[in-house]
């Protein structure tokens, strides 16, 4: 009987260690898988700046501006600048202005009347003036800024708008009706002419107008020159 008791306290006191024992591993914290960290954000690489465009030249006000062309039968004028070149002497090369009594002074030419002269002919006359100090001088003169009253061309009468416009080479009756509007309805354009200085002598060129405007004749169409006067009458009726 006693061994029966000692083996049954036996079993109890095993089962109850059994227990306790799988109690403290319930109690066991598990061990957790760590979570995947986040790979750590790439600082990019640095970008080389963009190339700037460069911003747009702006033309310099109040700077003269050499026109296209100048026509050599080109009258000089007051306030005209021309540019002097002496051949093989670039000493005696200069741009000068035309003063406003007509006249330029350049190295060793002094006082040298411009005014109502072509290029050329004033070339060749600076070339005589040049021939007291170097032999043989070759001079070239180009006109550089028209600005005189000898390089426009006016054009007054039974017009749209009477007015004054710059000359240039190859400027014809035409474009100047068309640039100041027009004739009026009052306009005798048939009996219109063209006033000329040449060779010290007042020209005038008869311009049948009405025809080349209304009619289409093209053989009306005359060239114009640096200083020509463009008149345009009245009708009589």
Known sequence: MAGMV???????????????????CAQTPAQQTPAPQAP?????APQAPAPQTPPPVQPVQGA????????DQYVIGPGDTVQVFVWRNPELSVTVPV????????PLVEDLVAVGKTSSQLAREIEKALAEYIRSPQVNIIVTNPIST???VKVIGEVVTPQSMPYR???TVLDVVLAVGGLT???AGNRAKIVRQE??????????????VRKGKVDENKALRPGDVLIVPESFF
């Open 169 to 171: 080479d190859g400027l």
């Open 185 to 187: 309805e009052f306009a």
């Open 99 to 106: 003063r406003p009594d007509g006249k330029i002074s350049t």
């Open 150 to 152: 000898f390089s426009q």
């Open 6 to 24: 000692t083996r049954a306290f036996t079993a109890v006191v095993a089962i109850a260690m059994a227990m306790l024992a799988a109690a403290a």
């Open 199 to 212: 060779n010290g002598k007042t020209v005038e060129i008869k311009v049948k107008l009405e025809s080349l």
């Open 40 to 44: 750590a954000p790439q600082t990019p």
């Open 64 to 71: 003269a501006q050499t026109p296209a062309v100048v026509s």
